[in-house]
């Protein structure tokens, strides 16, 4: 469990001064850890609100309330366009993520805020 618990410990002790507005689509459950073998915090509602820290390639860094854990990354929308997706991790979105929407994906290839899109959107 340490192995699992050190990497983390910067992501966990840093606060969330950047934190950004977002909500979950489909009822999904907060972790403690990003793991779905570890026993969920809660179960959100679909549309949700929550505070965004940080996403990864599968998991989502987020605050619900004054609760701190991790969601699946495909259940996490917010507002903004890709430069403010982005730096907080939400890259290469697919279409079965929460956070896709074709204004997002200028190419029409079904993956936005993909590098391939970024001289794109600097029009």
């Known amino acids: 469990m340490h192995r699992l618990i050190r990497p983390l410990l910067p992501l966990l002790l840093c ?8 909500w979950v689509m489909p009822v999904t459950k907060l972790y403690p850890v990003p793991n779905q073998t570890s026993t969920p915090l809660r179960t959100l509602g679909a549309r949700t609100a929550l505070n965004l ?6 998991w989502c860094d987020v605050q ?3 609760q701190r854990g991790w969601v699946l990354r495909a259940a996490v929308d917010t507002t903004g366009d890709c430069r403010r997706l982005v730096p ?11 956070a ?5 994906d200028p190419n029409r290839n079904g ?8 001289p794109l959107l600097g029009r």
């Open 64 to 66: 619900f309330g004054t």
């Open 15 to 22: 606060g969330a001064a950047h934190a950004t507005p977002a």
């Open 100 to 104: 896709y929407h074709t204004s997002r």
């Open 88 to 98: 907080l991790g939400l890259k290469d979105l697919r279409r079965t993520e929460a």
């Open 53 to 58: 820290n940080r996403c990864y390639a599968l």
């Open 111 to 118: 993956v936005a805020c993909e590098p391939m899109d970024r």
